[in-house]
Structures are given as C-alpha cells and as structure tokens.
C-alpha cells in the first residue's frame, strides 16, 4: 500500500465563481455582499458586531489600536501562536508580553497571567490555539479584575465554544482570519473583528475605512484594511458549510485517537469539558518528533510543525532577551508537536494508513 497524503487540498467545491461575481452587483470594495457577509457571520456567532478587515492580522491590529493600545503599554499574549498575535502590539508602538502556554490544551496559561500584570498592562490577546479555546473563564475575570481588555484571537477557531458560547463573543473583541487554509477561509487574504460594544464597533469600522463610516466624514485617522467583495461573495457562499466541515474535522480527530489510543510514546491532543475543538490542527506530542516526521515523510505523509520555533525565542523577538527557561512549556511543546493531516477532505482510510505508519514507527 502506498499513498501520497499532502498535509492540506484547499476545497473550493462549496464555490460558484460565477455567482460570486452577480453577488457582487459591480462593487469589488464594500457594498451589500460585503454587509450580508457581516449579518451573516455575526448572526452565526450570535454577536452584535461584525466588522470585516482586509487580514486576520489587522484585525488584530484594529482591535488593539482601537482599544487605544500605544507607546508604553503592554499587552499580554501567549509564547506559542503565530506570529501576528505579537507583531501586532509592536506595531502599536507597544510592548508584547509573552505568557507561557499550558501543557494540556497549549493555550495561554491563566495561572502566569497575574504575575506579568504592571501598571502598564492594557489588553491581553487570548489565542484559541488549533482551535481549542483559552481558558476564558480565569482569564475574563483576571481581566475584569485588572480593568485590561481582552482579545480573543479566534483564527484557527471559527465556531470552536467554550461554556457553550461560539469563541469571539467572550472577550471584549474576536478576531478572526479568512485566510485560505483556516476552517473558513476566502481565495485571498481576508479577516473580521467580532465585539458587542457598539462605541468600540463603531471605531474599529471607522479605523479600517480611513476613519470614515461615509463619504468624506474623516473623524479620525486610520487605515485601509477592507474585505475584497469578492471575498465576501465567496466566505457567504462556504459559510453554510462551515458547521460540516468542522464535524468532519472532529470525526477525524476521533478516528486518530481511537487508531492510536494508549500509546505510551504520543500524547494526543484534549478537548477540555464544556468545549467544542475546531480542530483546525491536529497535533500530537513526542520526544521523537524529527524522526517520525521524517519517517511519515518516507511514507509520502506530509506533516507540519506549529510552531516550530515559540514566538519570545524567534530572532525578530531576541532584543526582548528570553531564554527557553522563561516558557518551559513552550520551550518543549516547540521540540514535541507535530501536526497531522486533518482537512475534511481526508479519508478515514487514509487516517488508518496515518496511524500504522505512526505504530510502526515506534515498534521498529
Ligand atoms: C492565521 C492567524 C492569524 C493571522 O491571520 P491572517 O489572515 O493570515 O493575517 C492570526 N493569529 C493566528 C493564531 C493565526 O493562526
């Protein structure tokens, strides 16, 4: 038996290109496709406020600039995502605060939170990481307490729930990314922050539109960060589908835990109580992760690493001076994690063939 299993094929069946362009009615910025996306997405999350952006990551950069995150602030984000849930505080001039992750669902670890708050802490950004929800209960109300904002970066989480609430309208602003490989994502770039305070919606629509809500009615600056229409056309023709595809990605993550349940060498990924995974990645832990990677790629299985280097020990962070002592989850969870095809367009058995190339590995 021999296959050829890429990590990702982009599906783009859910897609009628012609359509998209009648949807479009001759806008291509803004227009009415663009506010039923917005209706839609946020009525989905059963939020008040959906403001698309041109990017996940000026999504996040709205929300902080718009909370009035600046020069001489600090904002908290934990030490393993992407990159854009830090760069993004540096380019408000302010400081990225890393917290280091947990050892069970790898998000940001509420019990480090305290301890980094100063009189300069003004938000911290939550990362849904692969799509299990932070622990938001502990970190809302260390928030609260503290009078910080809170983020939540739900990019690799679209419709992921904590408590029985969509992620994105815990915080005080989601932010979500559209990018082409995320659980929803456009032909493009494409992003949108999720908030039920309407002062904070109202700024953040203007902040990414020049400042203007109309024509010309400049109140502030601000910048131009816009979802294409044709993106919107496109994320309103897939939306429908997210729900399934998302199942299927469970169901995938079920077939993996169920094929390589009780292996002593792989730690498998949690799903805490009370929470739904989006399972935009499946990763799994082990000591020997260079090695099995490089044996499933011998196998035609192409796997990826998330991240593997923590955002505080990449060089574009080594003026803030970290060692790997400061985050020692992180510091391991960066040698440990591999990630495994999970898309819902992967067979079951192809998941099969996955997971004996896994327990042959180790029983070599
Ligand atoms: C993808 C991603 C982003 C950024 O989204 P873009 O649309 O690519 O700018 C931000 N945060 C996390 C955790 C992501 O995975």
Not at 15 to 26: D, H, I, K, R, S
Not at 65 to 82: F, N, R, Y
Not at 223 to 234: F, G, K, L, Y
């Amino acid at each position: 038996m021999s296959y050829q299993i890429p990590y990702l094929q982009l599906d783009t069946s859910d897609v009628n290109l012609a359509e998209v362009l009648t949807l479009c009615e001759g806008t291509f910025i803004k227009g009415r496709v663009v506010n039923a996306f917005e209706t839609a997405f946020s009525s989905t999350l059963g939020i008040q406020h959906c403001i698309t952006t041109g990017s996940g990551t000026d999504a996040l950069f709205i929300a902080l600039k718009c909370m009035g995150v600046g020069p001489g602030d600090e904002v908290i984000t934990p030490a393993l995502s992407w990159i854009s849930s830090a760069e993004t505080i540096s380019l408000c001039h302010a400081t990225p605060v890393f917290a280091d992750v947990t050892s069970d669902s790898y998000t940001l670890d509420s019990d480090c939170l305290e301890a980094l708050i100063t009189p300069k802490t003004k938000a911290v950004i939550a990362v849904h990481l692969y799509g299990h929800a932070a622990e938001l209960a502990s970190i809302k109300s260390i928030c609260s307490q503290h009078g910080l904002f809170l983020i939540e970066d739900c990019a690799q989480a679209h419709l992921s729930t904590y408590h029985h609430q969509p992620v994105g309208s815990i915080g005080d602003v989601g932010t979500f990314s559209f990018y082409p490989t995320k659980n929803l994502g456009a032909l493009g770039d494409a992003g949108c922050v999720v908030t039920n305070h309407d002062e904070l919606a109202e700024k953040m629509r203007r902040f990414a539109n020049h400042g203007a809500l109309g024509k010309d009615d400049h109140t502030i600056e601000g910048m131009n960060s816009r979802m294409d229409s044709i993106q919107a056309a496109v994320l309103l023709q897939k939306l429908p589908h997210l729900h399934g595809r998302n199942a299927k990605r469970i169901a995938n993550a079920s077939r993996y835990a169920h094929q390589l349940q009780n292996h002593s060498d792989i730690i498998l990924p949690q799903t805490a109580r009370d929470t739904t995974h989006a399972f935009h990645v499946f990763a799994i832990r082990t000591h020997q992760r260079d090695a099995l990677q490089q044996y499933l790629a011998t196998n035609g299985i192409q796997t990826l690493i998330h991240y593997p280097v923590a955002l505080p020990f990449l060089p574009a962070y080594s003026r803030l001076g970290y060692r790997p002592a400061d985050f020692p989850v992180a510091a391991s969870l960066q040698k440990e994690l591999l990630s495994l095809p999970i898309h819902p367009g992967i067979t079951f058995e192809q998941i099969d063939y996955i997971s004996s190339c896994i327990r042959k590995f180790f029983n070599r």
